[in-house]
């Protein structure tokens, strides 16, 4: 029996971290739905989502010196650990574990984003970070600490 959750307000302030979770929780709320033969296609991608979306936070962290990045990426590396083990039961049809960790994933992520992602979105605001096309930046201070930033303050 499918699991009904309120959409969950996911926004950040930050256009590019807001669009991601927008674009995750989509796709878990759809890949509830499917039968095990889709899921499980679909799976990877899931995971991939969730891969990239951690991988910009953490390189946001990296960037300004974030003095919670490595509690806040061992909740990112525990989630992936469990969504990978999910996503090796599903490939051997074994779907209960799997859809177990579906379900509970919204909640794991309203959970994450207001303990973890809200507080690093605040740290980042106080240090003038603003959004630019694609992605984020840092501060102008750790540009020499850090020539391969993923941005610039404008
Ligand atoms: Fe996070």
């Known amino acids: 029996m499918e699991q009904i959750f309120p959409q969950p307000n996911l926004s950040l ?7 991601a979770h927008k674009v995750l929780m ?22 991939e989502l969730l891969e990239m979306d951690f991988r910009i936070e953490e390189q946001l962290m990296e ?5 919670e ?14 969504m990978h083990q999910a996503l090796a039961k599903a490939m051997n ?7 177990q960790v579906l379900n509970m994933l919204p909640q794991w ?3 994450h984003l207001v303990k973890m992602d809200a507080p ?3 740290a980042l605001k106080i240090a003038g970070a603003k959004p630019i096309n694609h992605l984020v930046f840092k501060p102008e201070q750790q540009s020499e600490k850090h020539p391969h930033h993923i941005g610039h303050v404008r």
């Not at 302030?13 to 669009?19: F, R």
């Not at 796709?27 to 990877?44: C, D, K, T």
Request: proline letters at 7%; a positive charge.
């Open 13 to 19: 302030g930050i256009i590019e971290m807001d669009k």
């Open 93 to 99: 049809g074994d779907y209960q574990l799997p859809r």
């Open 120 to 122: 690093f979105v605040k």
């Open 69 to 82: 990045l490595r509690a806040h990426r061992e909740q990112h590396a525990g989630l992936l650990g469990a």
């Open 26 to 47: 989509r796709e878990i709320m759809s890949l509830m739905q499917v039968p095990n033969f889709e899921f499980v296609r679909r799976l990877p991608h899931l995971v």
């Open 109 to 111: 992520l309203l959970w």
């Open 63 to 67: 960037s300004m010196d974030y003095p």
